[in-house]
């Protein structure tokens, strides 16, 4: 076939897929761009898993599920990446054979599955720890962490297995490799790695949402007479501060305690505010990432049939990387909400430092 009208372009003749046809510019360009994305996307998450691994105090059992994400997350820009690039360099063309190209396929569904599961397993987590602190034993239990992280895994695996075992089978023909496109794996697929997740995400959310804003009211209307009293003494203790007589100690203990009691609610309040917020973030970023992607993969089989794709290559390859970019996000998102995780890069000693200035009160008690 000849398109004499369209220059930029060239036809698979076995599939009809319209292939980019770029000039060096071009390739240049795209080159440089997706190969930035990977180079942060390996940097980001390699620092979350060293800083696990390394920083003691990030060393526990409610951190293993950052760990997976993040290794998910290198997993894809490592063995999936690279390979994606060189086909979007060329306009769409596989250039690694049939075999690798099912081998491909596999890595690509169980890391990304591995990804957005995990994200879910994670909005699950947080929930169960702010609402249920004192039954929920799971974040203090490394083992019980442990297996469902590896649930996570067996999961993602069981989405890419079934091309491997003849129910549905990959498409390679003439320089394209494109996952089956048979309409029950497609939907088996789509809606175990994405659509189900995203749905426990954003019900996880609006339940966290919920307390948060139920336990907001509770510290907003009843709990500002307490406050009143609280600064009315601390601002007298302080003023006494230096002098220290007989009573002040007897003093400073009563107030230790009422300290206590409010900061272990505001504690509480705060968290769930903070957890409201993470996941608000996290489900905003997922779904724009992800849901054009799967949307697009979804129909696609219904409109274009199960032998190939209709879809131009320049708008399923800009989604698909649209697509990978959470795992480019998601170090960053957590290391921004995570205190002790942005410490380890940002230096943690100065917010220790600010947090004894901010209650001077301690000072005076010890």
Same mark, same amino acid.
């Given at each position: 076939y000849t398109y004499p009208n369209i220059p930029t372009t060239m036809w698979n003749e076995s599939c009809g897929e319209q292939l980019q046809d770029f000039?060096? %510019?071009?390739? $240049?360009?795209?080159?440089?761009? &997706?190969?930035?994305?990977?180079?942060?996307?390996?940097?980001?998450?390699?620092?979350?898993?060293? @800083?696990?691994?390394v920083v003691k105090k990030l060393r526990q059992p409610s951190n293993y599920l950052l760990v997976s994400l993040a290794v998910a997350d290198l997993s894809v820009a490592i063995v999936v990446?690279?390979?994606?690039?060189? +086909?979007? &360099?060329?306009?769409?063309?596989?250039?690694f054979g049939e075999v690798f190209?099912?081998?491909?396929?596999?890595?690509?569904?169980?890391?990304?599955?591995?990804?957005?599961?995990?994200?879910?397993?994670?909005?699950?987590?947080?929930? &169960?720890?702010?609402?249920? %602190?004192?039954?929920?034993p799971a974040r203090q239990n490394g083992q019980l962490m442990a297996?469902? $992280?590896l649930g996570v895994w067996l999961v993602s695996a069981s989405i890419t297995l079934p091309p491997f075992c003849g129910? @549905?089978?990959?498409?390679? +023909? @003439?320089?394209?490799?494109?996952?089956?496109?048979?309409?029950?794996? +497609?939907?088996?697929?789509?809606?175990? !790695?994405?659509?189900? %997740?995203?749905?426990v995400m954003l019900v996880m959310y609006y339940k966290i949402f919920r307390a948060a804003r139920k336990s907001g009211a509770k510290h907003r209307f009843n709990d500002l007479p307490r406050r009143e009293r609280i600064e009315t003494v601390t601002n007298e203790a302080l003023r006494m501060q230096g002098l220290k007589p007989p009573g002040v100690v007897e003093e400073c203990a009563s107030?230790?305690? &009422?300290?206590?009691?409010?900061?272990?609610?505001?504690?509480?309040?705060?968290?769930?505010?903070k957890a409201a917020t993470t996941l608000g973030v996290i489900v905003g970023v997922f779904t724009v990432c992800w849901l054009p992607f799967f949307i697009l993969s979804t129909a696609r089989p219904f409109i274009c049939g199960v032998e190939c794709s209709?879809? %131009?290559?320049?708008?399923?390859?800009?989604?698909?990387?649209?697509?990978?970019?959470?795992?480019?996000?998601?170090?960053? $998102?957590? !290391?921004?909400?995570?205190?002790?995780?942005?410490?380890?890069?940002?230096?943690?000693?100065?917010?220790?430092?600010q947090r004894q200035r901010d209650n001077p009160i301690i000072s005076l008690c010890v």
């Open positions: 000039g060096r %510019p071009e390739k $240049i360009i795209i080159g440089v761009m &997706l190969a930035i994305i990977t180079a942060v996307t390996v940097m980001g998450n390699t620092l979350v898993v060293i @800083a696990v691994c990446m690279p390979f994606v690039i060189v +086909t979007d &360099l060329t306009g769409g063309k596989w250039l190209c099912n081998i491909f396929i596999g890595m690509d569904v169980m890391c990304c599955t591995a990804s957005i599961m995990t994200l879910c397993v994670i909005s699950v987590d947080r929930y &169960l720890g702010i609402t249920r %602190p004192l039954t929920y297996k469902m $992280i129910w @549905a089978k990959n498409v390679h +023909t @003439a320089g394209v490799c494109l996952i089956s496109q048979d309409f029950g794996y +497609t939907i088996y697929s789509t809606a175990v !790695a994405f659509y189900i %997740p995203m749905l107030l230790s305690r &009422l300290l206590n009691r409010e900061r272990r609610n505001i504690s509480i309040f705060k968290r769930e505010q209709c879809v %131009p290559i320049w708008l399923e390859r800009t989604l698909l990387w649209l697509g990978y970019a959470n795992s480019l996000m998601n170090p960053f $998102i957590y !290391a921004f909400f995570n205190r002790d995780l942005m410490g380890v890069t940002v230096g943690g000693s100065l917010a220790a430092r």
